[in-house]
C-alpha cells in the first residue's frame, strides 16, 4: 500500500464537509506535549505502534497520519 500526501487545506475541506476522515496524530510524546496543536478528534497513537494497532482503523475510511 503507498501512502499518499494530502495537503492542509483538502483536509480541512473534507473535514468542514462532515467528509468521514480518522486523523491518527503520531507525534512523538515530546512533540505532542511542546505543541499548542491539538486536533479536535484525532486519535493520539505512536508510530511503533502503528502496525499493531491496524485493526483499530476502518479500511473504507479516509487515514491520515499527522507528524512533525
Do not use: W
Amino acid at each position: 500500500m503507498e501512502a499518499k500526501r494530502i495537503s492542509v487545506e483538502e483536509l480541512k475541506r473534507k473535514m468542514d464537509s462532515q467528509e468521514d476522515v480518522t486523523i491518527l496524530d503520531i507525534r512523538s510524546k515530546f512533540d505532542y506535549m511542546k505543541s499548542d496543536v491539538v486536533i479536535p478528534g484525532s486519535i493520539r497513537m505512536h508510530v511503533n505502534k502503528l502496525l499493531q494497532r491496524l485493526d483499530e482503523l476502518d479500511p473504507e475510511v479516509l487515514t491520515v497520519a499527522y507528524c512533525t
